[in-house]
């Protein structure tokens, strides 16, 4: 049986991650709060926002865009 999470994105109990999938505090924070059809969802906007975007991986001005992206989805306000 998968772990379970209280999901913030979807607010209701969820099958959680295996484990963390961001590095640091905030990949220990979406491990504890995220749940895995939460993350596909944030992974599916993802392509979006790199492909919209024209976000490169590589470029570490364009990391600190999408780490912003993905905390303003997962963690909305």
């Known amino acids: 049986m998968s772990r ?5 994105l ?4 969820a099958a959680g991650l295996d484990s963390p999938p961001y590095p640091g505090e905030l990949g220990q924070q979406i491990f504890e709060n995220i749940s895995n059809e939460a993350w596909t969802q944030w ?3 993802l392509t ?5 975007n024209r976000l490169s991986t590589a ?3 364009h990391l600190d865009l ?3 992206q ?3 989805f997962l963690f909305p306000k």
């Open 10 to 13: 979807l607010k209701k109990d």
């Open 43 to 45: 992974l599916n906007q």
């Open 48 to 52: 979006m926002v790199i492909n919209e």
């Open 4 to 8: 379970m999470v209280f999901c913030q």
């Open 59 to 61: 470029d570490p001005r």
């Open 70 to 72: 993905m905390k303003d």
């Open 66 to 68: 999408i780490e912003q």
